[in-house]
């Protein structure tokens, strides 16, 4: 069982560029993204959060219950679901502008244990920095690390949701030393400024940067350094490719029996290609699709 926790909102997606463009509503957030893809590409896969008992959380939870994700974990609230809009530039590029004041997801609070047969745990996105959810999720991102289980984050920054930088930068690192694999993108390095070597020190056992259209670069322990070029495509919007990238990973992972450090550790340079090509081919096919659409299994290929 791989466990995503995190929030779950709608994304307003704009049909058309600029801020005035039609919207239209589509099940999304970070960990959300990365549930439904773990779920189509075949994984065992469990979502916690809390969602709205209003329509729009009738609908994440339907969405997931459609990808095959276990929602036995799924708090539940009154609270309206947590809306995202997002603008799109000429590229396909997503900006967001979030409406999160008195809503569900950011309520969540801590479970007391995992579900049975978690392998790994999967955080990221605004519910690391929403009070008091963030708290919570930070709980337990530890409790997992400190129970042996694989850790995975992508912080995937959202700046305007951060009101103090430096006291995020400071607790990112706090982090590290609780995560086993650090997924972020070349914007979020540059943003929180370290390198991916600082990083490594610090705790994980590997470092994945993503570089759009450019593709994908894995840092390991050892010193290692292995990238994959990134796949053509005719990109519709980017919404979700990065959560692709997460849930293709991790789906590799555990279909190389390589959720651990030690897994880590041994895939090596053959190992390394196969599993950033895999979440390279992921990504791109969520790109060629208008919101956060990730593929299926019989899509993508094999690991």
Request: charge should be negative; aromatic fraction near 6%; charged fraction near 20%.
């Amino acid at each position: 069982m791989i466990v995503v926790a995190g929030e779950a909102l709608i994304d307003l997606v704009p049909q058309g560029t600029g801020a005035l463009a039609a919207l239209t509503p589509a099940r999304g957030g970070g960990p959300y993204n990365t549930a439904v893809a773990l779920g189509r590409l075949g994984s065992s896969t469990a979502f916690c959060s809390r969602t709205s008992r209003d329509a729009f959380g009738e609908a994440l939870l339907d969405g997931l219950r459609s990808a095959g994700v276990d929602v036995s974990a799924v708090q539940r609230g009154t609270e309206p679901t947590t809306l995202a809009v997002a603008t799109l530039d000429a590229g396909g590029s997503a900006a967001y502008t979030f409406y999160v004041e008195g809503t569900a997801d950011r309520l969540f609070s801590a479970a007391e244990a995992l579900p049975a047969g978690t392998r790994a745990v999967s955080f990221g996105t605004c519910s690391l920095v929403l009070e008091p959810g963030a708290t919570a999720y930070e709980r337990l991102l530890r409790t997992a690390a400190g129970q042996g289980v694989f850790t995975a984050l992508d912080p995937n920054i959202r700046a305007g949701l951060i009101p103090d930088a430096d006291a995020y930068r400071a607790r990112f690192t706090s982090w590290l030393p609780s995560v086993s694999l650090l997924k972020l993108s070349e914007e979020d390095a540059g943003w929180l400024g370290g390198s991916p070597r600082e990083w490594l020190a610090a705790g994980p056992s590997a470092v994945v940067i993503t570089r759009g259209g450019d593709g994908l670069t894995a840092y390991t322990r050892d010193g290692a350094e292995y990238s994959v070029p990134g796949e053509k495509v005719d990109v519709v919007d980017t919404i979700g490719a990065g959560d692709t990238v997460n849930a293709a990973l991790l789906h590799g992972l555990a279909a190389t029996d390589a959720l651990s450090p030690e897994g880590v550790a041994a895939l090596g340079a053959r190992g390394w290609d196969r599993l950033l090509g895999f979440a390279a081919r992921a990504a791109a096919i969520t790109c060629s699709r208008a919101g956060a659409e990730p593929p299926f299994a019989s899509e993508v290929g094999e690991v």
